[in-house]
């Protein structure tokens, strides 16, 4: 009875696995070796894998923390990679679409569109840190970059002192 429980175990094992290769295909086919943006899809794709686990199995009992972690940490991919919604209809653009007319020397809207976000905010007083000497005052560009290297830098942090953590 026990021999065919091993044998029931590796087989199941082996099959999780092939299911696993067909899973990360996508993810490793689109890969290369020149930027660290396909580093940075590969551990979003993971921990959003993890993410799922922890919720659908419960693990341990307190891992409230640790999805809490795991999804700022996807959050802050998303930014990073530009993948956040915010930052698809940022700037100029956000405000396409928009009917508007002057009627006695004043503007009147006439239809806005369903799905309009507005610009992030960017706290620029700390900007210095980031980009030492700039002189840029706020331009769209430079926001996106500065939100960019701050959520950068707090994705590394979260790594660096919670992760570990998250599977104690």
Same mark, same amino acid.
């Given at each position: 009875?026990?021999?065919?429980?091993?044998?029931? +175990?590796?087989?199941? !094992?082996?099959?999780?696995?092939?299911? =696993?290769?067909?899973?990360?295909?996508?993810?490793?086919?689109?890969?290369?070796?020149?930027?660290? &943006?396909?580093?940075?899809? *590969? &551990? !979003?794709?993971?921990?959003?894998?993890?993410?799922?686990?922890?919720? +659908?199995?419960?693990?341990?009992?307190?891992?409230?923390?640790?999805? !809490?972690?795991?999804?700022?940490?996807?959050?802050?991919?998303?930014?990073?990679? &530009? #993948?956040?919604?915010?930052? +698809?209809?940022?700037? #100029?653009?956000?405000?396409?679409?928009?009917?508007?007319?002057? =009627?006695?020397?004043?503007?009147? *809207?006439?239809? +806005?569109? &369903?799905?309009?976000?507005?610009?992030?905010?960017?706290?620029?007083?700390?900007?210095? =840190?980031?980009?030492?000497?700039?002189?840029?005052?706020?331009?769209?560009?430079?926001?996106?970059?500065?939100?960019? #290297?701050?959520?950068?830098?707090?994705?590394?942090?979260? !790594?660096?002192?919670?992760?570990?953590?998250?599977?104690?």
């Amino acid at each position: 009875m026990k021999q065919f429980k091993k044998i029931y +175990r590796r087989v199941k !094992r082996f099959f999780r696995n092939i299911q =696993r290769l067909f899973q990360w295909a996508p993810v490793i086919w689109n890969n290369a070796d020149w930027d660290y &943006e396909y580093l940075l899809r *590969i &551990e !979003r794709y993971k921990l959003s894998r993890m993410l799922k686990s922890l919720s +659908r199995d419960g693990v341990w009992a307190d891992q409230t923390y640790s999805t !809490r972690d795991i999804r700022i940490c996807i959050g802050l991919l998303d930014i990073i990679l &530009e #993948e956040d919604k915010p930052h +698809r209809t940022y700037g #100029e653009t956000a405000f396409f679409g928009w009917k508007m007319t002057t =009627r006695n020397g004043k503007l009147v *809207i006439l239809e +806005r569109p &369903e799905n309009v976000a507005y610009p992030v905010h960017v706290n620029l007083r700390n900007k210095d =840190r980031f980009f030492p000497g700039s002189v840029d005052n706020g331009t769209s560009p430079f926001k996106d970059r500065l939100r960019q #290297e701050k959520a950068m830098r707090l994705y590394n942090l979260i !790594r660096a002192y919670n992760m570990t953590g998250w599977f104690d």
